[in-house]
Each structure stands twice: as C-alpha cells, then as structure tokens.
C-alpha cells in the first residue's frame, strides 16, 4: 500500500510540473528575470536557515564517514552563499533563448515557414552534487522557460528542502507557477525509477553524478536521457610541436584541476620526436607532483613512470595520475583516442596545419581542441555562462550545456489560406 | 547456441557500421555525391532483379491476405523504380549539411571558439515501410555522413535484399566503405533488440511504423530514439474566421490524402460562431465522402454527423473519418489539444492576430500552423528536400527530418598555447 501511495505522489508531482509548465513556457524574458531575483533575495532572506539545514546536513555525512573534500564541498557558509544568489542573477542577465529564429523563408506559395526556439517542457534533473548544483540547474532551466523535477543526492538532503522552498516561494511571490521547481524526496531509487517511466509527463531526463549512477538512469529510463558522463580526455603531442606549448598545456591539463571531468587523463606522443618532448613534459609534471604511468617506450625515456596496466588506457583518474604512451604519429593517437577516449574532450598540440585538420575533422568528441588546455571545455570559459553540466552523449546537445540546450523548437507555418494541391 | 551465434552477428555488424561511419565522416561533399549518383545508376542497372524479387514479396504479401492499398504501395513497376533513382540524385543534389558553422566566436583570451556540424555516426533506421523509403533513408544518411543499420519490414524482404545489395556495390565502386549501409534480416525481433541493445556501436535508431512497433521499441531501446508516432491533428475554426477559407482549409487537411501522419482528425469550432461557420464546412467534408463524428452541439447544428464516441476525441482514423467538436472559444480549443494532440501539427483559421499569437505560443506541437492546410508539414513543402520520418519527440529535433536533423555538432577550440588560470 505504502508503494502504491508513493508511485502516484511521483505521477502526481510529474502531472503538475507538466502543468506548470505550460505557465512557464508563455512567459517572457521580463516575467522570468523578475523571479529569479526574487528567488536570489529568497535565498540571502533564508541564510539562516539554510545554513542550519545545511550544518546537519555535514554532521550527517561526517557520521557516514564522508571524508574532507567531499565534506567541503558539501559546507556551505555566508560566502558561498551568496556566490549561488548571485549565480542565479548571472543567469538572469542572459539572452533568453525562447524565441530565438533559427530559419526563417518564404515557400513559392506565399508560406512563411520559421524554426523558432520553444521550452523542452518538463526536465527531470537527477544529480548527486553540492547545493549550488540546485540553485544553477533551477535557474538555468526556468530561464529556459521548463518546469523542472529535482532529485539530489541524500548528502545534500535538508539543504536542498530549504532550497526548493525557497525558489518555490519566490514563483509563488512574483506570480510564476510554484510547482514549476518541485524536489522529489532523496534516498528512494524507486521513486527516481518511477520518475524516469512518465513519458507523458517528462520529456527530459538530465543526470550528474558518478558512473555507476548514470548507467542505472540510462538503464532505467523511458524518458529521452542526456547523459553526462565521464572524461577520459587526451592529448596528443605531435612531431615537431613546440615543446613549451606542450608542457604548459600538459600542466595545464592534468594539475590546475585533476578531480574534474575536463581534467586530462592520457598524454600520447608521436614516438619520431618523443625523446625531444617527452622527457620535459614529464619532468614538469613529476615536479608538479604527478604520477606518471607509462608505455614501454615512455619509461625507455622517463625511467621514473610506472608501469601502465591495461586498464591504464581509458581510465578516469580523477587524480595527480596520467597515463602516458608513446605512439606511431598521428593515425595511431587518433587510433588510440577512438578506443579509448569517452566522446568528452580530445586535444592536440602541433605546428603541422594538416595534422590540426585532421584531428579537427577525425576526432568524435564533443569538444576538440587544437593547441590549448582542455580545460577550456567549460560553460564560462566558452561564453556559455551557466551550465547544468557537460553533455557526453551525441543527441541533442553535445559538450557544454546551458540555456539553449535547455530548449527544443518547434515549427510556425504562416499562411492566407493556402491548400496542398 | 543458434541465438548465440545470432546475437554475435548483430553486434559484429554494428561494428562493421561503426567502423564505416568513420570512413564516412571525413568524406567530402563530391565523394558522397558521385557515391549517390552510382547508387542511382546501379538501382537503375539493377532493374530486372529488384523487379523480380518484389514481384514475389508481393506474391508472398498477397498469400498472407494482404489488402489491396497496402500491396499497391508494396509494388514496383518501372515508373516507380524510376523515382526512387530519381530521388537519390535529388538528395546528392541537396547541400551537404555537415561542416556548417553554428556559431563563431572569439574570447577575451583568444582562444576561437565554433560549432560546426558534424555526421551522427551510426544510425539503426527500423521501419515497416514500402521499398522506396529504403533508398530515401540510406541516400539521406550517406549524405549526412552517417553509416546506417536498415531493418525493413518482412512484406518488403526480398526487395530490400536487393536494394540494399545495390547500394553496398555502388559505395564500394566510388571508394566509399560499403558497410555504410547494411541491411538487417527482416522478421526476427530478437535481432532488433539486440540491435537496440548497442549503446557503444549504435548512436540513434528512428523508428517508423505502427503505434505497436514503435512503442516496441522505445521500450527495448537503450539507444536514444526518434519517434515518428501517430498525428492526431486539429484544426481550430476561430470566431470570425472567414468561412470559405475555414472550409478550404478542413477539405484539404481532410481529404486531400486522409492516410497520412498530418492528415486532420478533428475539428474544433467556436461556439459563439458555429451556426455560421460550422453548416458549410461539414457539408463540404460530407459532399466529399467523409464521415463526420460530432459531440452534442455539432449534432445540433450538422444533423447527418453520428455521434462521437470518448475515444473519438484523441484516435488518428487514417482515413475518411473526422472528430467534430463545439467548443467555447480559444482557451477551450488549446485545452483540448493540449489533452488529446499528439505534437504532430496543429492549425487554427483565424482573422484575429493576437489568437493567432496565443496558438504559436501556447501550442505544444513539432509544427504550429496558422491558416493553412496541416498538410504542409511534409519535406517537400517546408523545402527541407527528402525526409526520413516526421519526429514527434522534442528532443533533438521536431517535426519533419532531413539532413540536418541526421547531423549533431562539435565544439572546435583553436588555441595558440593558451591554459587556464
């Protein structure tokens, strides 16, 4: 009985965002700035409470065992309070993308045929993360013109009911539909299960979290998914680069944030110049404290690598650790890259313009890059502004996703009364 | 051990498709087009064979009972054979879609930033279709860049054995990877699902066929999925709409080809103008030999309508049958397509802009259409040139599919070194 009541509190919870979405998707941009300031006021009026909700929520997982840097991430304070009132401003100050012509022409017969931006509908967020992650991802998809169902992690439980009522209050108080942020109680995977089976009511199932999680919402899913998975991001070092550039954006790549997913995890390098550039790389990156993990031919010119084991090869270290291979010039490290890379971020450090284009024109990756870190492939640093996170999947929206892989579009055909004939 | 050995062959042949879609991704435009132009010749070449061969699908249709409307779309003759030819030129004739620049921007740091699109990669096109749609899907997929896994219905079998033969020649004599297009045994559903199954080889399958064959596979699919589902469009007869347009306009949508996906299947009119509006436009309908299904008040005014059942309201009859239903104005006309429209397309007859507004707005449909026929959302008259189906989810594209809907896109960064700080 008690699971029958909770499946259809999640139907029932699916219908009103359906509902309220349907109020968010006429409003305009004047009407959608408005709340999300009030909800930025909202969150500055309830600092206390939150903050209290919040030092539970630590105390919680310290109990569970949670260790330091997932605890830090968890804390919230004053400050970091007010950084996520005023990331929700930020999104504020966007171009609002419902709206947007992406065509527009006139047919032989008079009709006027456009493609214009329109709202997903209702998005279903499922995310094991840090608070700020509810606020940004709200933001982004109301801006965007959706409803959107929220679903984080236990971790952030308390943090996230204060939150969501925050937000809701704010629509409440500038006259958007409340229901259009709703927040699906933590800790049930039956509950995220029956969630994902409302095809009628969701059109969108947007997950963050670790592997194993987004395998299980893949899994599950009815609902259309954009996954965000993890990276495996290389670099390849081609015969004759500058070896400077190289080591800068190897360091770049690996150590200015090794625990994210546009960190690097493999550097490749053509072995007809490997004993020019890789013993430099490696020492900067040995220096800057980096385990290295290499080919034969590596440790041949960096004897203070490990061994790679074979699971070396794709692995996302989230970590001081990079695996390094020597490789036969460019169609092998593109060969390597198809195998092993994750369709995230792939770069390339070269001189040789052919060599840029091939990689431009071969890598499947939603991101490539040609002589920089890859750590550029971020919502702010590509003019994005906000981001709900980095798609990995090929539908819809590849790489970086913020306002505009939020919405969908819809065709407007004009007419006087014309007839097929 | 038979499934056994089976399974292994689907998963073998999806990575021979993967394999040939990065042949074909780095083809350019002339490369693709001359491959086109040799499928087109080597249909025509073939003549003789694909004819005997749908000559006995069409036996074999007919001893399974098959119906006349249904064999007369299976058949080819010359003139029709003559088309499909025709049709695989017309797409090599179209623009390539991939490399197109989205968007171009330089950041503070110099770093240029695009996004450029690019082939999908591996396509499962499952369909229960006549032999034509063969050639159209594989000439759109090839010229977006794609390779693509054909699963045809077992009434067309032979013929596609045939066409598909021809189309793997043809790549093959212009250097293109012949595996680009492989052909699925028809009649084993299990060899659909474990089709389905392959997440790592496959990138989208579009279905296109019965409601019960594509719920069937978008409950099996692992792998993102297109719809193309049932139309169930209306037409919204606006107070003060002018009456002989209104009947123009239901007449075409109706009547000009009732079997189809944007064909009209119901009929909304206001009330405060229905004695005026709605006599003469269900006379026309009647006259032209179709069956009028109306509620209470549509009774009133069109006695020859029998009365419409609950689940009139909603049903795609595919054929000489129209809903008709009274309703009280705009907002009950949007509620109503809101509850029973399938985000197919849907018209309003309007001389009012600001309702018309309303209708662009508030609809929720791959096509919105303002005084003119639901018919025209189709390739042909939008001018997108040949389409591989009419997508009614809302995610990466709506609405009718051609070449730009078989592409994604790749973030490109070209840097001079730059790291991030």
Redesign the interface.
Known sequence: MLRVGRMTEVRALCRRARAAS?GM??RDRAEKDAALRAIAAELRARERDLLAANARDVEDARGRGTSGAMLDRLALDPRRLAQMAEAVEQVAALDDPVGAVLSD?V?PNG?R?RRVR?P??VVAFVYEARPNVTTDASALCLKAGNAVILRGGSDAARSNVVIAGAIADALDRTGLPRDAVQLLPAGDRDAVRELLQQ?DTV??AIPRGSEAFIRFV??VS?V???AHASGVCHLFVDAGA?V??AV??A??GKL?RPGVCNALECLLVDASDAARLLPPIARDLIEGGCELRGCERTRQLVPEAKPAADDDWGREFLDRILAVRVVDGLDAALEHV?RFGTGHTEAICTRDGSH?DRW???I??????????T????GG???LGAEIGTAT????W???MGLEGLT?????????????G
Chains 1, 2 share one sequence.
């Open positions: 349907r998707a006429v022409t047919r009709l045929v329109v997903i509908g095809t059109d969108l893949k899994e009815r259309p998914v954009i500058d400077a550039m800068r954006i360091h770049n200015q198809a840029a431009r024109r071969e499947d990756a939603a991101c490539v890059v040609v002589n920089a870190s750590r550029f492939h971020d640093e590509l003019g999947s090929k539908i819809h590849r790489g970086v969908t579009f819809q065709w407007i055909i004009d007419g006087e009364g014309q007839t097929r």
